[in-house]
């Protein structure tokens, strides 16, 4: 008579493939963690800055030899203030929008705030 395995041997555990999702996931967050703190405060300034000439009427200011418009800085600047969860710089850059005449994309930004706002209380 052959030796036949236990079916419940050859099944791998319902429990592993949870711990395995778990583990790459903690890894996603852990990721996304370290990105948050390489964004520097200096990047976000060289953005707005940016942005600032450019909704001044300077055309020429460009960014590493790239034009954008004040919108396309002002997003840039956005992004990194959230990437660095810097709440503070997110809703400066909403005021900055508005002044440049992109209320839709200020109210955005300010929603953006208000769920980083959420995110960062203990």
Not at 38 to 44: A, F, L, Y
Not at 66 to 82: C, D, E, I, N, V
């Amino acid at each position: 008579m052959g030796h036949r395995r236990s079916g419940r041997l050859g099944q791998r555990p319902g429990w592993l493939a949870v711990a395995g999702l778990t583990v790459i996931i903690g890894l996603g967050v852990a990721a996304g963690a370290a990105r948050r703190e390489r964004s520097t405060p200096e990047t976000w300034t060289v953005l707005v800055q940016t942005g600032d000439r450019v909704a001044a009427g300077d055309l020429s200011a460009t960014l590493n030899g790239h034009s954008l418009t004040a919108r396309q800085a002002y997003l840039l600047a956005f992004h990194s203030a959230q990437d660095a969860g810097d709440l503070e710089h997110v809703l400066a850059v909403a005021e900055r929008l508005d002044a440049a005449h992109e209320p839709e994309l200020a109210a955005h930004v300010r929603r953006a705030a208000d769920a980083l706002r959420e995110e960062l209380r203990p």
